[in-house]
């Protein structure tokens, strides 16, 4: 029997400045569903927070948006979405991961986006989308791909208005 697989669709382009960064960040927020992974890869200072910062400003959010490097997530309750915004650079312990009960916050009713998803030795369940984040010159170079069919719909859904390779 032959089983035929969906390529994994992916889309990548320039991100010349920070505000093309929180555009992009702007036009993830309109894809939203309930229940999403993002996970976001890159170095220190590629841009994942400043991403983030656009998702929440979509959103409607207009407070001071942090990284929780040090809280490891932050709660984020805009409208009826509850976005729970993870930082896991100095994550250290496993055992920090069910005594805090991080695996509550994965469910089906909000979003999960997710700064340095590999420090968590894959406690994390999998992502419906990733987005990778590398400096390039002054800008930054994106990269998004879906990981399940959930991902898939609201990658097709994503209007990005940037300089866009597909």
């Known amino acids: 029997m032959i089983h035929h697989t969906q390529p994994r669709l992916s889309r990548a382009g320039f991100l010349p400045d920070e505000a093309a960064t929180l555009a992009l960040g702007r036009a993830l ?3 939203l569903v309930p229940g999403l992974k993002i996970y976001f890869r890159g170095d220190l200072g590629a ?4 991403l983030v910062r656009g998702l929440l400003r979509g ?3 207009l407070e001071k948006v942090k990284s929780p490097t040090y809280t490891l997530v932050e709660l984020y309750r805009v409208s009826s979405l509850y976005l729970y915004h993870f930082d896991f650079y100095r994550f250290r312990d496993p055992s920090e991961w069910e ?12 979003v999960c986006v997710v700064e340095w998803p590999e420090k ?5 369940p999998s992502p419906d989308l990733e987005i990778a984040l590398r400096v390039e010159g002054s800008g930054r170079y994106a990269e998004l791909s879906a990981g399940t069919e959930v991902g898939r719909q609201c990658l097709e859904k994503l209007q990005w208005e940037t300089r866009c390779a597909d």
């Open 29 to 31: 927020a309109r894809i």
């Open 47 to 50: 841009g994942k927070t400043t």
């Open 59 to 61: 959103l409607g959010y």
């Open 99 to 110: 005594d805090a009960g991080f695996r509550e916050y994965f469910g089906a009713e909000s």
């Open 120 to 124: 968590t030795e894959g406690l994390l």
